[in-house]
């Protein structure tokens, strides 16, 4: 999974600091919780990743395998579970544009890119209203 560092500095047991702003792979998907308001999942991988490794955290084969393919794939293949969802909003459609829910949230893609257009993740409530505004 890639993590971005939110604030402050963090020091990976490799030794590494990251900075605020930096991203960095990591097997532990609960490194969220462990320490609160310190990092957000990155659903894209943004350019430059750091390679972590940990000893804290097993992590099975085929996680690893979707985490080295993250970087490899575009974002609508970075997380299993992604769902089409383009047919509840027919503008989008229409707008060759595909809408996407995940467990992080939900993502306008062009049919073009495998990159969504919104930077974050949006509430289903704020589907339309981005998709009213990013058509305007």
């Known amino acids: 999974m890639l993590y971005r560092v939110l604030k402050g500095r963090h020091r990976l047991l490799d030794g590494t600091v990251l900075k605020s702003g930096e991203t960095f792979e990591h097997v532990d998907p609960g490194l969220r919780k462990k320490f609160p308001n310190k990092f957000e999942q990155v659903v894209a991988p943004p350019a430059p990743v750091a390679q972590v490794t940990t000893q804290s955290v097993g992590t099975s084969e085929a996680e690893k395998t979707d985490v080295q393919k993250a970087a490899e794939v575009g974002a609508a293949e970075i997380i299993s579970g992604y769902q089409d969802m383009t ?28 990159e969504p257009v919104n930077e974050k993740p949006l509430k289903k409530r704020e589907v339309a209203a981005f998709l009213e505004e990013y058509l305007a």
């Open 87 to 114: 047919a509840e909003f027919p503008v989008a459609g229409e707008a060759d544009l595909r809408v996407t829910k995940s467990r992080q949230g939900w993502y306008v893609f062009d049919e073009d890119s495998d």
